[in-house]
């Protein structure tokens, strides 16, 4: 048991926000200073009186000094390698009876899934003869996951062999690459160096320069099951791919069949969708197949910084059928060239603008910006969605914020959902930092 028997005190009073579950205590909190111990050691957590909260990690220079992987006080070995396997089963368990086990999902996400700091992704491949059928890219973003991330890596072994294997045969531990990802900023903040991405299994080089390039299967039922996209799950965005919005591009093509289904069928139109921020251009493909599938042409005009990203957008796009036309630049410089009223749907969803309280004023500020562009190329009768993933960021306040950019435009949004992250991105509601997703999708008012 690697237990080091150190016990932490919370001081009087400071008990209170523990115990309605919220995961995490800071420095303040503490009877005693977390100094002395190494990042990431094993730590029992009692109250001021003595009794036992929590077994978990701590850490003797971060703000937060200890983070809870239990409540349970016989489960003593929580960060042994049994309790790692037996919080990744469960969290397996969990996306199983979601219906996710044949597609790409995540499948550890931090403190929902009582791993504090631990996110992996499992990304299923589309067929190939003979090759890899799965990748699990791994990220720990916490001292106290870099530390046991041996132990993660044999609990994922085991849990492919003995529970993925049998629900999905292809994907055995000989057909499954494993990839670690930790270059995430969070690091800087525990006292971790920022790595590239890293084949841990198989040791084999040539599976390793297929990853960049790597086609995963996504579950979207606008395409009767699946969607492929191609990725680079070595050195693109997070873990390769933006797995979180996947409820929300379901949402909204949803709305966007059943009213082209019943307002729009019958017109010569071309539907255009504008996909700010593209990334892989996964906005524009799945909602490019959706228009498709009710027998309408269509072109994505995608948005993005990076060359590479608008290349694999492409790629993407045009496997869903769709035309396709790029534009590399700045979302929040360069879209003053783009005609006003002009697309059907547009899409807003740029990387965190709001890293810290710090950036809370100008990220605020640079949200409006592009939400404002959004919504003066919005065609009024079309669809506009507005996504933020900046935790720090209040939904009140984004709200606010797109409500602002549609009046200085002149325009008013019938907003018929709001959605955050996937299923298999289960949140705590005592735990309000794992809500860090908010997509707000409305119909823009006709004249």
């Known amino acids: ?145 870099d530390r046991r991330l041996g132990t993660v890596l044999e609990a994922l072994q085991c849990l492919v062999a ?48 297929g990853l960049g390039h790597a086609v995963i299967r996504v579950a979207a039922p606008e395409s009767d099951g699946f969607v492929e996209f191609q990725v680079d799950l070595l050195e693109g965005q997070k873990t390769g791919f933006f797995l979180d919005q996947s409820q929300n591009i379901e949402m909204t ?44 042409e269509v072109e994505v005009v995608a948005v993005d910084a990076s060359a590479r990203a608008l290349d694999f957008a492409k790629r993407n796009v045009e496997r869903a059928g769709a035309r396709f036309e790029s534009i590399q630049g700045d979302v929040l410089r360069d879209l003053g060239d783009l005609e006003s009223d002009s697309f059907d749907i547009v899409i807003s969803d740029p990387p965190a603008l709001v890293k810290g309280r710090k950036d809370l004023g100008p990220g605020s500020h640079a949200y409006l910006q592009l939400n404002t562009q959004a919504m003066r190329v919005a065609k009024r009768g079309g669809w506009i969605v507005c996504c933020s993933c900046s935790a720090q960021l209040p939904e009140e306040d984004f709200a606010k914020g797109i409500s602002k950019a549609a009046a200085r435009n002149q325009k008013s949004v019938a907003w018929v959902a709001r959605g955050g992250p996937g299923a298999d991105h289960p949140v705590r509601l005592e735990f309000s930092e794992g809500r860090y997703l908010k997509a707000w999708i409305g119909r823009v008012d006709p004249v």
């Open 162 to 209: 003995e529970e993925i294997s049998r629900k999905d045969p292809e994907c055995t531990w000989e057909r499954t690459a494993v990839v670690v990802r930790n270059d995430v900023h969070a690091r800087k903040l525990e006292g971790l160096s920022i790595e590239g991405g890293g084949l841990m299994h198989p040791q084999n080089a040539s599976h390793g320069a």
């Open 253 to 296: 093509g949803a709305f966007v069949r059943r009213w082209l289904s019943s307002h729009i069928k019958g017109q010569k139109h071309r539907i255009r969708i504008l996909d700010l921020c593209c990334y892989v251009g996964q906005w524009g493909a799945r909602l490019a197949a959706a228009v498709r599938a009710e027998g309408f």
């Open 1 to 145: 048991m690697e237990n080091s028997g150190r016990i932490w005190k919370l001081k009087a009073g400071f008990d209170r926000r523990f115990r309605t579950g919220h995961p995490w205590v800071y420095s303040n909190e503490l009877e005693q200073s977390p100094k002395g111990i190494e990042p990431g050691e094993s730590i029992e957590l009692r109250d001021a009186a003595g009794k036992f909260l929590a077994w978990g990690f701590g850490h003797p220079g971060s703000l937060i000094s200890f983070r809870a992987v239990s409540r349970e006080a016989t489960e003593r070995d929580a960060l042994d390698p049994a309790g790692i396997q037996r919080r990744l089963g469960r969290a397996l368990q969990l996306r199983e009876a979601l219906g996710l086990i044949s597609s790409s999902f995540r499948l550890c996400f931090g403190e929902s899934d009582q791993l504090p700091g631990l996110v992996v992704d499992r990304y299923r491949l589309a067929p190939t003869a003979g090759g890899l059928s799965q990748v699990l890219v791994v990220q720990a973003h916490t001292a106290g996951v």
